[in-house]
């Protein structure tokens, strides 16, 4: 039984590590041809305008290119700072509203009855309110501090 998790590992193993061999290669291949792009533009901008224009346009290029990233980074941040809130608030919602644990809770009142059971429920709920407001504060401050 181990013995196939085993092979199944080295297997899954050894095809991740070739394939990701391929992708640096190509990686690498593709830095390169840019590379000739660029510097095939740069001589064909400097024969026409000059080499300070050439310069000139390779830099704004660049820096197009570093502000789409930066753009399309901020953007995937926003969005998965978005639903790990979501993730959070429907946890948070799910464990009170799961029908398994108010049939529980419901057992446990009928065994212990509801005077004994009182002053724990209180203390939780209190707990819990704590924890909530705390939450609350430490995202506004991660908020507030970025």
């Known amino acids: 039984m181990f013995q196939r998790w085993i092979d ?5 193993t050894s095809t991740t590590l070739r394939l990701s061999g391929l992708v640096a290669i190509n990686i690498i ?16 901008i400097a024969r026409e305008y000059g080499s300070i224009y050439a310069c000139l ?3 704004a290029l660049f820096l197009v ?13 926003r969005r998965a700072e978005v639903r790990r809130k979501e993730a959070a608030k429907r946890t948070s919602q799910s464990i009170l509203t799961d029908p398994a644990l108010l049939a529980t ?7 212990v009855g509801i005077k004994r059971l009182l002053p724990v429920v209180v203390l939780g709920g209190l707990a819990l309110g704590l924890m909530a407001s705390r939450r609350d504060h430490s ?6 501090e970025t």
């Open 8 to 12: 199944d590992f080295k297997t899954n």
């Open 29 to 44: 291949a593709l830095l390169i041809a840019g590379v000739f792009l660029c510097a095939a533009g740069f001589i064909a």
């Open 57 to 59: 346009a390779g830099a």
């Open 65 to 77: 290119v570093a502000l789409v990233v930066l753009a399309i980074h901020g953007e995937q941040k």
């Open 105 to 111: 809770g419901l057992q446990l009142v009928r065994v």
């Open 139 to 144: 995202d506004d401050d991660a908020d507030g």
